[in-house]
């Protein structure tokens, strides 16, 4: 990620008499919110005020008349570090009060709020991925099974894993049980040899 957000910033540099301000920073913004929420990209596109909860440091991914999650299911997440930030960012250059989508075209009129196309998005992502020398098989998606990867890493138990991406079938999240090995064998000696090995 920190390969992907420096390589915008690197074309942002060079191209900066082409650029309007802050035309590159929605990417970034854009990458860091995915990879610290795990959204499915339409789940990102189709996100509305209505579904932050800044108090609560929590998001809601909702399922609407236009706009239907992949499992059919609702699902409420905690939002916390860059993901937090950009989302608080993004609340105080609020400019109305109406539910408008979170994450807004860059190319909107005056009084549309329409939100970022995922088509868009993803060629813009792999357009990065290209220029930053990364593997061509990196997409938008990748930002989600590296917030998956990261959380079993970090020895989060695949039940929960399962809930926060928003699996429908938890055989989904155990294709991820593999990343944490370490975390299986501290699990059977918790319960079968509690006492430390002299």
């Not at 860091?32 to 929590?58: I, M, P, Q, Y």
């Not at 991925?129 to 020895?155: E, K």
């Not at 699996?167 to 299986?184: E, R, V």
Request: glycine residues 6%.
């Amino acid at each position: 990620m920190a390969q992907l957000v420096r390589g915008i910033e690197a074309e942002a540099i060079l191209n900066k008499s082409s650029l309007k301000t802050g035309e590159l920073v929605w990417l970034i913004d854009v990458i860091k919110f995915a990879v610290g929420t795990g959204l499915r990209l339409g789940e990102l596109c189709s996100l509305h005020w209505s579904a932050v909860n800044l108090s609560d440091r929590r998001i809601t991914v909702k399922v609407t008349e236009h706009f239907n999650t992949k499992s059919g299911h609702e699902r409420s997440l905690p939002v916390r570090g860059d993901a937090l930030r950009v989302l608080q960012c993004l609340a105080n250059n609020r400019t109305s009060e109406t539910d408008g989508f979170v994450f807004e075209s860059r190319r909107k009129r005056i009084g549309d709020n329409s939100g970022l196309n995922p088509e868009y998005v993803s060629r813009r992502f792999k357009h990065f991925v290209r220029l930053s020398n990364m593997p061509d098989d990196a997409c938008f998606h990748t930002l989600r099974h590296s917030y998956i990867s990261w959380l079993v890493q970090d020895g989060v138990s695949i039940p929960v894993v399962k809930e926060l991406a928003g699996h429908a079938d938890i055989k989904t999240t155990m294709g991820y049980a593999h990343l944490s090995p370490d975390n299986l064998v501290a699990a059977v000696e918790q319960v079968f040899d509690p006492s430390p090995v002299p």
